[in-house]
Nanobody
Framework: QVQLVESGGGLVQAGGSLRLSCAAS????????MGWFRQAPGKEREFVCA????????YYAESVKGRFTISRDNAKNTVYLEMNSLKIEDTAVYYC????????????????WGQGTQVTVSS
């Protein structure tokens, strides 16, 4: 069993930046693709970005492309999400997840999840 714990969420002004971390424990996540999803109140959980096990390939939702950057440090068993030029509509609980196979863009393709960290963007 792999346990994922997100951290780094908080309150930030629109236009600002924030970096989220997802630390894995219990098992290594090396060679597993990882993704970030987010869920706002009253909304479905949506894909944000994903990264291959090696870190060589990345994928982004159109809504965050050019603003967010996913990266990983396998030596530290950690995945990161750097968020820049934040908008009010980025406000959500952000989750990291381990990929099991299939399309990176859907929640059903992931078999383990963190508890989430709240990101609130204010004007």
């Amino acid at each position: 069993q792999v346990q994922l714990v997100e951290s780094g969420g908080g309150l930030v002004q629109a236009g600002g930046s924030l970096r989220l971390s997802c630390a894995a424990s219990g098992r290594t996540v090396n060679n597993y693709a990882m993704g970030w999803f987010r869920q706002a109140p009253g909304k479905e959980r949506e894909f944000v970005c994903a990264i291959s096990g090696s870190g060589l390939r990345t994928y982004y939702a159109e809504s965050v492309k050019g603003r967010f950057t996913i990266s990983r440090d396998n030596a530290k068993n950690t995945v990161y999400l750097e968020m820049n030029s934040l908008k009010i509509e980025d406000t959500a609980v952000y989750y990291c997840a381990g990929h099991r196979g299939g399309s990176y863009y859907f929640t059903v393709s992931y078999d383990y999840w963190g508890q989430g960290t709240q990101v609130t963007v204010s004007s």
